[in-house]
């Protein structure tokens, strides 16, 4: 019972239904019934906006949702009572201006998404009042909600928090478990995960926008060591030599079994969080870290690439499994404050037709209107409907748009249905609203799981409140049906064939953005071992920007392969490819960074201008000028392979080590851009390990 009652979707569905009755219960002794039932219609328009999930600066937020929605639904009122030929101007108008707030960021995108929902709210309701009195009463109805939510989440101890982070735990678990299987099959994911950067970034969103209370320190302390997590999982220095080195006979069951210990330790962590449970010391898993860290000691001992790479794995077991049991990061850090956005910039932004926000706006803009346009001279009831398609089915991209396209059709004409036969089987009058009530309930928890399962119980609702009221049968079906599909094919085609935004004609914003992100992130760790005085929470956030800058070119190759013509498959996964491994080997080293490892000064500095040499090819790349890679820089790898043949595994070995592999890495990423995916007498090797340096424990040589 416990479990059910803190399911996500369940709880979600739980508080909004009770939202919503209670508004009821309230509303019948005052003769209220109806108008309160009415305003209800809000409800689509919250969830479409998110405004109901604690975010930065919630309140705020809440106070423009419910003006836009008031203004939105008034206004479209007045004009169908008044002028009902300017709807399509004012569609149109609607979607440019609303469309274009998604340049401000995803939030202010859904939000405008919102206000267009309550501009079909406002249309729908024209005739059952007076516009700007049932403007109000929508108004009024969001903010009961927003307060009842708030209780809420306060009575329950912030539980979208803890949802989230219970998600994010589990999914670390996942991975750990996954992890050993990896590396004995084809290695490790060239790809980040998605899911993980989402949800992290979800707890980040909901841990600001509760603020400093008194008791969300732990929540602040997991969600810090989940961050930590994360980038020690990531952190591998040498992908071919830890597949190497974790699947010999005599470590991988150790291995194992250490991964498959830490995992238990992370979903109990997340059945506490989700289950409202204190967090609490841990420490059984350590007894399979030992023996394991234990056996790769003789071998870090040995020197060589593998010596190092086994050096940094014993000291990243222990990191995971200090994580694991204190569930408290490994160093403190504040977060920075909300940057404030710069409105011109984001204005010229969406001012330019090279603007994806921009086209697409225009795009929403036309889709608006000509849904508006064909529902005045469709002759059908309730033809509004198609708009209610078409803002509830447009998404962000292509792919997304065509799978929520299929979902809506699918679910409608599957819900008409089921009603159907429901009313054919004798549901009708009350028991009929009897059934719908029950279905409210069931809708909302359908919601986060899947579109389509959705829009069949809230088309089945639909249909037994208009067989309560005395309306069915083909004055609802085939309407329904009809405008659910003129919708669907209208947005379908507008985003196949209206200024389609592919990814492939994002590729190269996208990575210029990654690469600058991705050497920013390793410039400032290079300043730590200059001896400079790097802030962690700048460092931190660099690592951040560039790890979201990873799921967005993850996100965007998904979406490419799924999209028509698509034929650069290869370039774009050797990119994310040596992307991910150039990440992962800075977060091998930031460690030693913050611990206060400082290089010799003469050898720090030509570590930068090397990086930045190398980081200036890449960008030259990218512009579209001939490929070619500096003798310095084949020099600068000879002078670090004679360091490294003096080093031993320890800290300093191992970072000048992981800068040997980093510099070879850019090389790759640089011959990816130009196309020479191939191998070539001057291009570094596949997996990115430094060519100078042999398989051998001791020494190195110059043979490729």
Same mark, same amino acid.
């Given at each position: 019972?416990?479990?059910?009652?803190?399911?996500?979707?369940?709880?979600?569905?739980?508080?909004?239904?009770?939202?919503?009755?209670?508004?009821?219960?309230?509303?019948?002794?005052?003769?209220?019934?109806?108008?309160?039932?009415?305003?209800?219609?809000?409800?689509?328009?919250?969830?479409?906006?998110?405004?109901?999930?604690?975010?930065?600066?919630?309140?705020?937020?809440?106070?423009?949702?419910?003006?836009g929605f008031v203004l939105t639904s008034g206004l479209t009122a007045t004009l169908t009572h008044h002028m009902?030929?300017?709807?399509?101007?004012?569609?149109?108008?609607?979607?440019?201006?609303?469309?274009?707030?998604?340049?401000?960021?995803?939030?202010?995108?859904?939000?405008?998404?919102?206000?267009?929902?309550?501009?079909?709210?406002?249309?729908?309701?024209?005739?059952?009042?007076?516009?700007?009195?049932?403007?109000?009463?929508?108004?009024?109805?969001?903010?009961?909600?927003?307060?009842?939510?708030?209780?809420?989440?306060?009575?329950?101890?912030?539980?979208?928090?803890?949802? /989230?982070?219970?998600?994010?735990?589990?999914?670390?678990?996942?991975?750990?478990?996954?992890?050993?299987?990896?590396?004995?099959?084809?290695?490790?994911? =060239?790809?980040?995960?998605?899911? #993980?950067?989402?949800?992290?970034?979800?707890?980040?969103?909901?841990?600001?926008?509760?603020?400093?209370?008194?008791?969300?320190?732990?929540?602040?302390?997991?969600?810090?060591?989940?961050?930590?997590?994360?980038?020690?999982?990531?952190?591998?220095?040498?992908?071919?030599?830890?597949?190497?080195?974790?699947?010999?006979?005599?470590?991988?069951?150790?291995?194992?079994?250490?991964?498959?210990?830490?995992?238990?330790?992370?979903?109990?962590?997340?059945?506490?969080?989700?289950?409202?449970?204190?967090?609490?010391?841990?420490?059984?898993?350590?007894?399979?870290?030992?023996?394991?860290?234990?056996? *790769?000691?003789? *071998?870090?001992?040995?020197?060589?690439?593998?010596?190092? =790479?086994?050096?940094?794995?014993?000291?990243?077991?222990?990191?995971? /499994?200090?994580?694991?049991?204190?569930?408290?990061?490994?160093?403190?850090?504040?977060?920075?404050?909300?940057?404030?956005?710069?409105?011109?910039?984001?204005?010229?932004?969406?001012?330019?037709?090279?603007?994806? @926000?921009?086209?697409?706006?225009?795009?929403?803009?036309?889709?608006?209107?000509?849904?508006?346009?064909?529902?005045? $001279?469709?002759?059908?009831?309730?033809?509004?409907?198609?708009?209610?398609?078409?803002?509830?089915?447009?998404? !962000?991209?292509?792919?997304?748009?065509?799978?929520?396209?299929?979902?809506?059709?699918?679910?409608?004409?599957?819900?008409?249905?089921?009603?159907?036969?429901?009313?054919?089987?004798?549901?009708?009058?009350?028991?009929?609203?009897?059934?719908?009530?029950?279905?409210?309930?069931?809708?909302?928890?359908?919601?986060?799981? $899947?579109?389509?399962?959705?829009?069949?119980?809230?088309?089945?609702?639909?249909?037994?409140?208009?067989?309560?009221?005395? @309306?069915?049968?083909?004055?609802?079906?085939?309407?329904?049906?009809?405008?659910?599909l003129i919708g669907c094919v209208l947005v379908f085609v507008a985003f196949r064939w209206l200024w389609p935004?592919?990814?492939?004609?994002?590729?190269?914003?996208?990575?210029?953005?990654?690469?600058?992100?991705?050497?920013?992130?390793?410039?400032?760790?290079?300043?730590?071992?200059?001896?400079?005085?790097?802030?962690?929470?700048?460092?931190?956030?660099?690592?951040?920007?560039?790890?979201?800058?990873?799921? /967005?070119?993850?996100?965007?190759?998904?979406?490419?392969?799924?999209?028509?013509?698509?034929?650069?498959?290869?370039?774009?996964?050797?990119?994310?490819?040596?992307?991910?491994?150039?990440?992962?080997?800075?977060?091998?080293?930031?460690?030693?960074?913050?611990?206060?490892?400082?290089?010799?000064?003469?050898?720090?500095?030509?570590?930068?201008?090397?990086?930045?040499?190398?980081?200036? @090819?890449?960008?030259?790349?990218?512009?579209?000028?001939?490929?070619?890679?500096?003798?310095?820089?084949?020099?600068?790898?000879?002078? #670090?392979?004679?360091?490294?043949?003096?080093?031993?595994?320890?800290?300093?070995?191992?970072?000048?080590?992981?800068?040997? #592999?980093? #510099?070879?890495?850019?090389?790759?990423?640089?011959?990816?851009?130009?196309?020479?995916?191939?191998?070539?007498?001057? !291009?570094?090797?596949?997996?990115?390990?430094?060519?100078?340096?042999?398989?051998?424990?001791?020494?190195?040589?110059?043979?490729?």
């Amino acid at each position: 019972m416990r479990q059910l009652w803190f399911n996500p979707a369940l709880n979600q569905s739980l508080r909004l239904t009770l939202a919503l009755m209670a508004a009821l219960g309230l509303a019948y002794p005052l003769g209220l019934l109806a108008p309160v039932a009415l305003s209800m219609l809000a409800l689509p328009a919250v969830l479409v906006s998110a405004l109901d999930q604690p975010t930065p600066r919630w309140w705020p937020r809440i106070g423009v949702g419910i003006v836009g929605f008031v203004l939105t639904s008034g206004l479209t009122a007045t004009l169908t009572h008044h002028m009902p030929a300017l709807l399509p101007a004012w569609f149109a108008l609607l979607g440019l201006v609303l469309g274009g707030l998604a340049a401000w960021g995803e939030l202010a995108g859904r939000l405008g998404m919102g206000m267009l929902v309550m501009a079909v709210a406002g249309l729908a309701t024209a005739p059952q009042g007076p516009p700007w009195l049932l403007a109000l009463s929508f108004g009024a109805c969001v903010l009961w909600l927003m307060v009842f939510s708030a209780l809420w989440y306060r009575l329950w101890r912030h539980y979208p928090l803890r949802q /989230s982070l219970a998600a994010t735990y589990r999914t670390l678990a996942q991975i750990l478990l996954d992890r050993p299987g990896q590396l004995r099959a084809q290695g490790l994911p =060239v790809e980040f995960d998605a899911a #993980l950067g989402e949800q992290i970034g979800l707890c980040r969103q909901q841990l600001l926008a509760f603020g400093r209370q008194g008791d969300i320190a732990p929540l602040r302390n997991a969600f810090i060591a989940a961050v930590d997590l994360q980038e020690r999982l990531q952190a591998t220095p040498h992908p071919e030599q830890a597949k190497a080195l974790f699947t010999r006979p005599d470590i991988y069951p150790l291995y194992r079994d250490w991964t498959r210990a830490v995992s238990v330790r992370l979903r109990r962590l997340a059945r506490d969080l989700s289950q409202h449970r204190p967090l609490t010391s841990d420490d059984r898993h350590q007894a399979f870290a030992e023996p394991l860290i234990a056996a *790769l000691q003789p *071998l870090a001992e040995a020197g060589g690439p593998r010596g190092m =790479v086994a050096y940094y794995m014993i000291g990243n077991v222990r990191r995971i /499994s200090r994580l694991a049991e204190r569930v408290a990061p490994l160093y403190q850090r504040d977060f920075l404050p909300l940057a404030a956005p710069d409105w011109r910039a984001r204005l010229r932004s969406v001012c330019r037709w090279s603007s994806p @926000v921009a086209r697409g706006a225009v795009r929403l803009a036309v889709l608006l209107a000509a849904g508006s346009a064909i529902s005045q $001279h469709i002759g059908l009831n309730n033809s509004y409907w198609i708009l209610t398609t078409i803002v509830m089915v447009t998404q !962000s991209s292509y792919v997304a748009t065509r799978h929520r396209v299929g979902q809506r059709a699918a679910g409608t004409f599957a819900g008409l249905v089921v009603g159907a036969l429901l009313v054919w089987l004798g549901f009708r009058a009350e028991a009929a609203l009897v059934l719908a009530l029950l279905l409210v309930p069931v809708t909302l928890a359908l919601r986060p799981i $899947h579109h389509g399962w959705t829009i069949t119980s809230a088309t089945t609702l639909l249909v037994l409140m208009f067989e309560y009221f005395g @309306v069915g049968g083909d004055v609802i079906l085939l309407p329904r049906m009809l405008d659910t599909l003129i919708g669907c094919v209208l947005v379908f085609v507008a985003f196949r064939w209206l200024w389609p935004q592919w990814q492939g004609g994002r590729q190269n914003a996208l990575r210029k953005q990654a690469l600058a992100h991705l050497h920013r992130y390793l410039q400032r760790v290079l300043m730590a071992f200059e001896g400079k005085q790097v802030e962690p929470v700048l460092l931190a956030r660099s690592r951040r920007l560039a790890y979201e800058q990873g799921i /967005s070119l993850t996100a965007s190759f998904q979406q490419m392969k799924q999209e028509p013509g698509y034929r650069d498959e290869a370039t774009s996964l050797a990119l994310l490819t040596q992307y991910k491994g150039a990440m992962s080997q800075i977060n091998a080293v930031v460690p030693f960074a913050r611990r206060g490892v400082v290089l010799e000064p003469e050898v720090a500095e030509r570590l930068r201008r090397s990086f930045d040499e190398a980081y200036k @090819v890449l960008a030259a790349t990218l512009e579209g000028q001939p490929y070619h890679w500096p003798p310095q820089l084949d020099e600068a790898s000879s002078w #670090l392979s004679e360091l490294l043949m003096q080093q031993q595994p320890n800290r300093a070995g191992f970072v000048l080590y992981q800068m040997a #592999l980093l #510099l070879e890495r850019y090389q790759r990423l640089s011959s990816v851009l130009a196309g020479q995916n191939g191998s070539s007498p001057d !291009s570094p090797p596949e997996d990115g390990s430094p060519a100078q340096m042999s398989s051998h424990s001791g020494g190195t040589d110059r043979s490729r």
